[in-house]
């Protein structure tokens, strides 16, 4: 019998991808096993960043070095943009890029021997991949995949490239999929893409707004989150959807990626500054205890002190509850990575530290908010003597408790510590949970 292991790099969208095919390799009595034992190894890659490429190349080299006789399939964004560095790897013997991955379970039920690529122009992919899970997923949290590909074309941004531009999935698929994980028993499920909020411009007379109305309305689900969207996407009908029901988490991770106009312009994002803090101010305004997250870039071509001190003073005017931050990362490919005025490496190491002790503060700050008050919490693990999960809103929460809880049990806690990163809390009512 036939034994495989496999692994994502990367976002959200790739670990969804690795347990659709987990998922359909398990459905042909294929075995799941460790990397030392499979007969076959499959490697989900990323390239969104140089570090991201490096790691991908070292951990395809690390486990066939773990295991020298598997036959090795690598898949994903790298093998997609960069095929080229790696398609000599004489133990590598099916390259896989953004699409075809269905056919990956043919390919070792068929045994394959000989080296082959199925990387393909990217123009290519007009339409959606379908790739679902019916039986296996091992995230408290379920990620459900509803689009592919990318038509912004931001100048730092490999992304479009390696993925083409946006392939909606079908809202019949999605929404199938959404009552098997119910039935599984998921209690949160996270709608993800490459450009999430861009589902449906390839369709006629169906949109983001309009799915998610369309998922609030099967039964059974708990709590419905939306992974990243862009400002310009966030409709009124989609805020007020988030303020009036209780399913939709009450928070949203909206890019910024940068706090001068200048930069943004550069960046060829679609919006400025005053249009995407009115956005956040009407969401604040309807939505009061929302938590908004963003992504930050640091060291961007041409951004000098005053541009960085500006995003700083930006973030800290909006308010975000947490920044994820990134120093700017050229990207072969990019209009970004042709452009004068390129910032030292030691310059952006100095900016990613200094906004991320911004994040921390606000994060703080945010949290704060929450000491003393009752809140519902589900459970995702157990570490260290703590039961760990999130809140509507993100907040991290520690709880302890002498009794077991349940993986994927919602309880109600008091929180009675804050810290930047996460709170602690005692639960109430100890012993009965939300099932």
């Known amino acids: ?17 690795i347990e659709a095919i987990k ?12 990397e030392t034992n499979a007969d076959y190894i499959i490697i989900n890659t990323c390239c969104v960043t140089n570090t991201a490429a490096s790691k991908s190349r070292q951990k395809i080299n690390s486990l066939h070095n ?52 199925l990387v393909c122009d990217v123009s290519l992919f007009k339409e959606y991949e379908n790739l679902n899970i019916t039986n296996y997923f091992e ?23 390696v993925r083409g531009t946006i392939k909606s999935r079908n809202k019949d698929e999605i929404l199938k999929e959404v009552q098997n994980l119910i039935s599984l028993g998921y ?9 999430t909020g861009s589902y449906g411009q390839d369709l006629k007379d169906y949109d983001f707004t309009m799915l998610v109305k369309d ?47 200048k930069i943004l312009k550069l960046m060829n994002r679609k919006y400025n500054l ?81 906004l991320i002790a911004i994040s921390d503060e606000l994060n703080y700050n945010y949290n704060r ?13 157990y570490d260290n003597g703590y039961y760990l999960g999130h809140t509507s809103n993100f907040i991290k929460v520690k709880c302890e408790s002498d009794k077991k809880i349940e993986r994927n049990s919602i309880i109600n806690v008091h929180i009675k510590q804050i810290y930047d990163s996460y709170v602690i809390a005692t639960i109430n009512k100890e012993g009965e949970t939300k099932k």
């Open 215 to 261: 998922i609030l309305k099967i039964n059974g689900l708990y709590r419905l989150r939306i992974s990243s969207i862009e400002e310009s996407e966030i409709t009124d009908e989609l805020i007020d959807l988030i303020k009036n029901n209780q399913i939709l988490a009450k928070h949203l991770h909206i890019p910024l990626q940068a706090g001068s106009d």
């Open 274 to 354: 005053q249009t995407f803090k009115n956005k956040i101010k009407d969401i604040k305004n309807k939505i009061s205890d929302i938590a908004i997250t963003t992504d930050v870039i640091v060291g961007f071509p041409a951004e000098d002190d005053n541009d960085f001190l500006e995003t700083i003073n930006t973030c800290k005017e909006i308010g975000f509850s947490k920044i994820h931050v990134f120093p700017f990362s050229s990207r072969k490919g990019t209009l970004a990575s042709k452009m004068k005025n390129q910032v030292l490496n030691e310059v952006k190491k100095k900016r990613a530290n200094a």
């Open 23 to 34: 998922d359909d390799l398990l459905s042909a009595n294929l075995v799941l096993t460790d």
């Open 66 to 117: 773990k295991n020298p006789h598997a036959k090795i399939i690598v898949m994903g964004c790298y093998v997609q943009g960069f095929y080229n560095e790696i398609k000599d790897y004489p133990y590598i013997l099916l390259y896989i890029g953004t699409n075809n991955r269905s056919k990956i379970k043919d390919y070792i039920l068929n045994d394959i021997n000989n080296k082959t690529s």
């Open 369 to 381: 908010q929450y000491l003393n008050k009752d809140i519902d919490v589900l459970i995702e693990e």
């Open 187 to 195: 209690k949160e499920i996270v709608l993800t893409g490459i450009h």
């Open 139 to 161: 995230n408290t949290r379920a990620y459900l995949k509803i689009q592919d590909g990318c038509n912004n074309f931001c100048s730092y941004c490999i992304i479009p490239y």
């Open 1 to 17: 019998m036939k034994s495989f292991y496999i692994y994502a790099l990367g976002c959200k969208v790739n670990s969804y991808e």
